[in-house]
């Protein structure tokens, strides 16, 4: 007797309105920019090119696979470019299932890229966890540290010692949890609120060995290095440890803080220290304020101040450059204030003074703290149960999440007719 095909996942059937949301951004194709030879880019290089780039970073250190996996999922029906995510074989994993089961509900979804980040100096702040041990704090503590984590990556409960008690007794109880290490990220809030200072921030450098394994992986894609700007010799000794496997990918990014004056002689340095083995694309991310975008509208200024310092230098090195650190909804606007947005020549100049570039001086915007918090107030609303969440198991939830995620990329993109 024949057995009977396996049906597809009724969930499915029930996605029709982010079908309908996910398909118009997939729909959108931009017109080649003007001046552009007639080379064919990928799609992620042209939007470098005209400077619609959009990368979701889910955290050099956040491995919690289950909320990278739906934030992947998520961000990628919004028509991200790429997902930055820890150089760890598990959780570039959960970003490539969130990538494909976006793929099951929009077969036309154009797959992002995916990234991994890793560092050259333990002193780079992406690369640290917080601990503690809970019984050191009184029983009466007020949590702030619970309260300013933008990770929920701390979790304490009181407890009751020695027998049940009429009520509860700060003299009689206890503290129990601490910190979750997969979901901290390193921002570092919560070791300035610690009434007792209890808590400490272990830093840590990502194993080259590691990296390099996976970088010879089919669904890599590209490589960030994290560097202070405090000196090359660090970096000289990882990429010496990656070898020949940064050819594996299509794009070597380089992420750094403004270094003032420095900067741009210590980016030329690196440059210099890659060029012979770099085959693919090269990127500049300018960090502005790591870890910040949630906090509020200054936070991003200080990208955009980072971006029109080196955008006004004819000595910058080559490659693309890309906008990070407290990048939010306001990004696009301070962008546009300083007359950067998409734009080839520089505020004041005229086609006379200066001949336009062929692709935009800023290629696009990264986005972490905030892009996850707005999702995130989404993935927090699904009723909890046991195992991993599945956020197109919801898909009322799941159309909600694509709205958040359009309104941050969409005036990005350009995005011609947003889904309401």
């Not at 890599?220 to 560097?227: L, M, S």
């Amino acid at each position: 007797m024949a057995v009977a095909p396996v049906p597809p996942p009724p969930l499915l059937a029930s996605h029709a309105a982010v079908r309908a949301a996910a398909s118009r951004v997939a729909a959108y194709r931009p017109i080649r920019v003007a001046g552009d030879d007639h080379r064919n880019h990928a799609p992620q290089v042209a939007a470098l090119r005209r400077g619609d780039w959009v990368k979701l970073i889910c955290g050099a250190s956040f491995e919690d696979a289950a909320d990278v996996r739906n934030l992947s999922l998520v961000y990628t029906l919004a028509g991200v470019d790429c997902i930055d995510c820890a150089a760890d074989a598990s959780v570039v994993s959960a970003v490539n299932e969130g990538i494909n089961v976006a793929s099951s509900i929009v077969p036309a979804v154009q797959r992002p890229w995916v990234m991994v980040s890793v560092n050259d100096d333990c002193r780079d702040l992406h690369f640290r966890k917080v601990e503690f041990d809970p019984e050191e704090c009184p029983p009466n503590c007020s949590k702030p540290r619970e309260k300013v984590c933008p990770a929920d990556a701390i979790s304490l409960k009181r407890v009751m010692v020695g027998g049940e008690h009429a009520q509860s007794d700060p003299v009689c109880d206890k503290l129990e949890g601490g910190v979750i290490i997969q979901r901290c990220y390193g921002c570092g809030r919560c070791l300035s609120v610690c009434p007792y200072d209890r808590i400490k921030a272990m830093s840590y450098v990502r194993d080259p060995a590691t990296t390099a394994e996976l970088l010879k992986r089919s669904d890599v894609d590209a490589i960030e290095i994290h560097t202070t700007g405090k000196g090359t010799d660090m970096f000289n000794t990882l990429w010496n440890s990656l070898g020949e496997s940064v050819n594996n990918v299509k794009l070597v990014a380089v992420s750094l803080p403004n270094a003032g004056e420095s900067t741009i002689d210590f980016m030329n340095a690196i440059y210099t220290i890659m060029q012979s083995r770099v085959e693919g694309y090269n990127l500049w991310q300018l960090d502005g304020r790591p870890m910040s975008g949630d906090i509020g509208r200054g936070a991003t200024r200080e990208t955009v101040s980072f971006a029109v310092d080196l955008t006004s230098l004819p000595d910058r090195p080559p490659g693309f450059y890309q906008l990070a650190g407290g990048t939010n909804l306001y990004t696009v606007g301070c962008l546009k204030k300083a007359g950067l947005f998409k734009a080839r020549t520089l505020p004041g100049t005229t086609t006379t003074e200066k001949i336009g570039s062929q692709e935009a001086l800023i290629g696009g915007i990264a986005y972490g703290g905030y892009a996850r918090k707005i999702v995130g107030r989404v993935l927090h609303k699904i009723p909890s149960q046991v195992g991993c969440m599945r956020i197109e198991n919801h898909p009322g939830y799941l159309l909600e999440a694509l709205q958040e995620a359009l309104s941050l990329v969409g005036p990005v993109k350009g995005y011609p007719d947003l889904p309401k």
